[in-house]
């Protein structure tokens, strides 16, 4: 027999509409203040929000057509009160407080309490995942007006009427343009795709023959080689950048004077050089730690077989810990194509990189060029999450974990 | 089963004792896993702790005064630069001219200036003002010299009246002392070979001309027969022609350019009766100054610990080690400030991190796979574009202040200054370090079974009690694995305080990159820069015995 528990609609006069209105309320307090008088716009707002919640409530509508209406109904005192901005925010408020009604009065509320939670804990409840739902908006919303500014018409750093009104001469590509038309911003973005590539296939084909190396059964020091191999993780990125300052700037003009390599060669093969040092250790880390789980009885089995070590490695071992191996090699390729620091000190002019250039530009704020390039950065990066997410699927469900 | 031997050592399949085949199988397998381990530790040696170690090198490193100046440096140690006010006595001041003038010919002098100028302000420009009129110093001797006797004037006078045998050590240490200061080998045929007859007669006119040979025949690739010679070898016979045994040694001399020499023995009246001190001080008053003279002999031996001194706020006085001056201490203050922020940096991560990580470790698998996406993506995007994103955000005229102005919240004049200041240094780091707090803690949270919470009420303890004395006291060591994660990078950081930073928000690790960039003081970058690598390495041992680092994990 099921037990089955009536969960009753909430009062409407008693918690609904004094709860709607409270919120609403805050929204009034806010818009008042920036007319002048922000208690007249409390009680506006509370007044408002309890005539909201009876309204919905009582009209026949669908929730979908409920929160159309009033978010129109809201924009357009928005639109009255404060233009183009103004209507963005009216149906922003609107939106938010029909769906506050609604998820109040269908009692959703408390759908993911315990049904014996009492009305504190719930509100607790409620409150804490507001809280979080704040701190993952502080995670992820400054990265908005960057790329929304990164289409301004206009070569300032800041949101011009025009944007904010949302009017098609505020916008424009220009900033786009100059990025991939300029040599300012080509060279380095070249430089870049040089270094970072060439960077992270150094540090992977070492960092992963290492990393086998490391995970035999028997290696003498092991503690103390991971301590070295790791390092250039720990040290900070000023002191390495100090120390490869001091190495390779005598060691550069050595071999300048007696290899008679040019100086150009020379700059690339050491900025290079460090940063391969910089990613060995997310390397060494990632196929660590996919070889754990990795079935020693494989590659015995594939040695009955007759196959030679080379072929096992390559046929039987590779394909496994390949995952393993790229978001390795990602991190990598990320740490040198963001990194700045290491190159500034050991690079020369001729070797600057893309976040050198921003770097320079944020410093010297020269143009929103730099927010166009920061956009192009943030889709290169949600690229390469999409692609180690997809990795570490592929490599749960080949190592027979469940996908889950 | 039946051919099993009855007595003797177990044997493998090859016949060689079992033990002893397994050791070799054991010892091949080493052998293996550290040939495989090599390249890259070779590599990682090679390219990144070499360069770390020849840093801290480098901040007690001072060989700079004792190469650019032996001879003084020696004679300085005579000296007690103790003894009320009293200056360095002239044989200083003579070895002083005969360093300075060959550090001048190969431009070195300004070097050792702008090293000493960190210690006592004004020395550099002493240097370079002096190192120009080294030659007319010289040439108050040089031209009565050439008036007294026209062979004072030929390259070959001057050359054939060094030139002997027996000098070869005093030849091959000049030699040495031209290698150390221009950091080269020197090594090489001069056409040159000094008597040893004249280098115990002249002292410093032996060792003057030898420098100048070596200097002309190596570097120049002139042949020296044929130069005429510096000023200084004049100013050095003027030095030899006021001792007393070199007047009676010369008296005796029958060799080459005996003449000349007892011609100006003859009109010695005729040579500048000036000391080398007074020369110098006509020169800038500067070298009659106590503190210069204290600061070059303090600094004098090859390796200090005035560069850490400096980077702790002390100097090395002639007496001993002092405080710096009040309005020169800025280290302390700076480290004290890195520290403190770092702490609050780590204190936010925790206080925005835990919750968000308590959510995700308790979602279903399905929906905090999403959310943590939103962690996820923040970490995987450069950092240069989440710093210009704050750079947006808290300018004046940014998006915080001007959301706050349109909704009437701050006055229009009086914008919040929320960033060049430590405010925007705080918040912009939070930001950027936040999910390295985060993922840690999660992870440390998956392993948490939920049932103990369900336990803990199930046996009545409120939401909170089954919280806090339940639940919290297994998440702690996701709290200290995020705390030292995040507070070992936050120490380190430059690119953030640099741009949001201004002047109140900067941390050490700007003013070591203003020292490599700007100011040169290398030393003192390396110095500041062994003290923060002490603090990271102390913290990263605590890590190791807390967490392990084979359980550093990345992106879950």
Known sequence: MALTVQVQSPSMTGFTAPMTAAFSAMFGFVVGNAFGNPWIGLVIGAIVGAGLAFALHALPLKRGQGRLVSIVAFAIVGVVLGGGGGAVAGAIIGAVLTWFVYWLDSGDYRKNVPIYYTAGQTLWHNTFMLICGLIFFFLIAPLIPVMWLSFNAEDFFTFTPEMLAFKAEGYSLKHYRDFLGTDEWMVPLKNSLIIAPIATFLSVSFGTLAAIGLSQSHVPGRQAIMAILISPMIVPLIISATGMFFFYAPLGNWIEANLGLSQAFVGYVKVILAHAALGIPFVIITVTATLVGFDRSLTRAAANMGANPVTTFFRVQMPLILPGVISGGLFAFITSFDEVVVVLFVGSAQQQTLPWQMFTGLREQISPTILAAATILVTISILLLATVELLRRRSERLRGLSPS | ?556
């Open chain 2, 1 to 556: 089963m039946s051919d099993t031997t009855e007595s003797g050592p177990m044997l493998a399949a090859d016949g060689t004792p079992l033990k002893q085949s397994l050791a070799r199988a054991l010892r091949r397998q080493k052998m293996r896993a550290l040939l495989l381990i090599a390249p890259l530790l070779i590599f990682i040696v090679v390219t990144f702790v070499i360069p770390i170690v020849s840093m801290l090198f480098r901040s007690v490193e001072n060989q700079i005064v004792s190469h650019t100046l032996p001879g003084t440096v020696e004679v300085l140690e005579e000296w007690s630069g103790t003894d009320g006010d009293e200056l360095p006595p002239e044989i200083v001041y003579q070895n002083l001219y005969i360093d300075l003038f060959k550090a001048a010919e190969a431009k070195e002098h300004t070097k050792l200036g702008t090293r000493l100028n960190y210690e006592q302000t004004g020395i550099s420009s002493l240097f370079r003002t002096t190192g120009r009129n080294l030659d007319d110093m010289g040439e108050e001797w040089q031209d009565p010299l050439e008036d007294i006797d026209e062979a004072f004037e030929e390259a070959d006078f001057w050359y054939s009246l060094m030139s002997g045998t027996g000098g070869e050590e005093l030849l091959e240490e000049r030699r040495n002392q031209w290698a150390a200061l221009i950091d080269e080998g020197m090594a090489g045929d001069i056409g040159f070979t000094l008597s040893g007859e004249i280098a115990e007669m002249l002292p410093w006119t032996a060792r003057a001309y030898s420098d100048f040979a070596i200097y002309a025949a190596i570097v120049d690739e002139d042949v020296v027969a044929e130069e005429e010679p510096w000023e200084a070898v004049y100013a050095a016979l003027g030095m030899d022609l006021r001792s007393a045994e070199t007047l009676d040694a010369i008296a005796s001399y029958s060799g080459a350019g005996a003449d000349p020499l007892k011609a100006a023995v003859a009109n010695i009246d005729q040579l500048p009766t000036i000391t080398f001190k007074e020369a110098f001080a006509d020169q800038d008053e500067d070298w009659l100054k106590l503190e210069n003279w204290q600061a070059i002999k303090v600094y004098s031996p090859d390796y200090t610990t005035g560069y850490f001194l400096n980077a702790i706020d002390m100097e090395k006085g002639i007496e001993g080690i002092q405080k710096r001056p009040d309005n020169q201490q800025i280290y302390i203050m700076l480290f004290q400030r890195t520290l403190i922020m770092s702490l609050i940096i780590t204190f936010s991560c925790i206080l925005l991190g835990y919750p968000v990580a308590w959510l995700l470790a308790n979602l279903p698998v399905r929906s905090a796979n999403v959310l943590m996406i939103l962690v996820l993506l923040p970490f995987w995007t450069s950092l240069l574009v989440r710093t210009s994103a704050w750079k947006v955000l808290l300018q004046q005229q940014g998006v915080i202040n001007e959301i706050l102005v349109w909704l009437g919240f701050v006055d229009d004049a009086n914008r919040l200054i929320l960033m060049n200041n430590a405010t925007g240094t705080i918040i912009a780091m939070t930001h950027i370090l936040l999910p390295f707090m985060i993922l840690p803690l999660y992870s440390v949270m998956k392993t948490i079974p939920p049932s103990y919470l369900r336990a803990a009420k199930s046996l009545g303890a409120t939401n909170w009690t089954a919280f806090w004395r339940v639940y919290f006291p297994q998440s702690v060591p996701g709290i200290g694995a995020g705390s030292i994660l995040v507070f070992i990078l936050a120490i380190g950081y430059y690119i953030t305080p640099e741009i949001v930073g201004g002047t109140d928000g900067v941390f050490i690790s700007n003013r070591i990159a203003y020292h490599i960039s700007s100011s040169l003081n290398w030393g003192l970058a390396a110095a500041l820069g062994t003290i923060l690598l002490a603090v990271v390495l102390l913290l990263y041992w605590l890590y190791d015995r807390i967490v392990g680092i084979d359980n550093v994990k990345l992106g879950g």
